[in-house]
Each structure stands twice: as structure tokens, then as C-alpha cells.
């Protein structure tokens, strides 16, 4: 399984960016998606999920109403909308896959065995 995390960048506050997470060696609908972040000194914490068909999505408390995770189960691969960014969205973002995730962990790194390599984020105020 490979996941390759795309789409960070230097943007300001206010501004928007779109993560892509490609994803190859599985088969992508029996895998939860999600994306974790972990800015410097910090525990990688959750960001978002998606289930496995895109029917349900779950988000972290401070980007909800901002950011949006979808994914293509054709093309292989998760997207996370972010909008209206903030400094403290500053972080590596990394995109994580489970098949067998329940779902009541999904909001836990150690619940998903497989990780992209992360992509940068910085958010200047």
C-alpha cells in the first residue's frame, strides 16, 4: 500500500488549499480514509475521516464548517478542502488508511496502518 500526500504550500490566513492523497496497492473502497496533522512539538492529531463508500464524513471540532474530505473510490484517491485557513492550521498533513478501522477509533493515529509521507502546510497571519 502506498499513499502520496500532495497539495500543502506557503498560503496567508484566509486562503484556501487542497490536499489530494493518491492512493495505490489497495483496494481503495474497503479502506477507511483520513487526515492527521502534527505541527512542531505536537502529537499528530486528527483532522478529518471519510467512510469507505463517502457516505459519512467526521471532522476535528476547530475545522468543521472549513475544511472538506471527499474521495473518488475510482480514481484511488482522498481530498481534503481546506478554506479560510488559520496560522494554528500551520502542520505537516498527512493522509492514513485503514480496512479494517472501527469506527469508533478513527479519531486515533495508532487505528490506521498505513500513512502517506505528509505534506506541509505553513499559514502565515
Known amino acids: 500500500v502506498q499513499l502520496q500526500a500532495s497539495g500543502g504550500g506557503l498560503v496567508q490566513a484566509g486562503d484556501s488549499l487542497r490536499l489530494s492523497c493518491a492512493a495505490s496497492?489497495?483496494?481503495?473502497?474497503?479502506?477507511?480514509m483520513g487526515w492527521f496533522r502534527q505541527a512542531p512539538g505536537k502529537e499528530r492529531e486528527f483532522v478529518a475521516a471519510?467512510?469507505?463508500?463517502?457516505?459519512?464524513?467526521w471532522y476535528e471540532d476547530s475545522v468543521k464548517g472549513r475544511f472538506t474530505i471527499s474521495r473518488d473510490n475510482a480514481k484511488n484517491t482522498v481530498s481534503l478542502q481546506m478554506n479560510n485557513l488559520k496560522p494554528e492550521d500551520t502542520a505537516v498533513y498527512y493522509c492514513?488508511?485503514?480496512?479494517?478501522?472501527?469506527?469508533?477509533?478513527?479519531?486515533?493515529?495508532?487505528?490506521?496502518?498505513?500513512w502517506g509521507q505528509g505534506t506541509q502546510v505553513t499559514v502565515s497571519s
Open positions: 492514513a488508511a485503514d480496512e479494517r478501522l472501527i469506527l469508533g477509533r478513527l479519531r486515533e493515529a495508532s487505528a490506521y496502518g498505513y
Open positions: 471519510i467512510a469507505r463508500r463517502g457516505g459519512n464524513t
Open positions: 496497492g489497495l483496494t481503495f473502497s474497503s479502506f477507511v
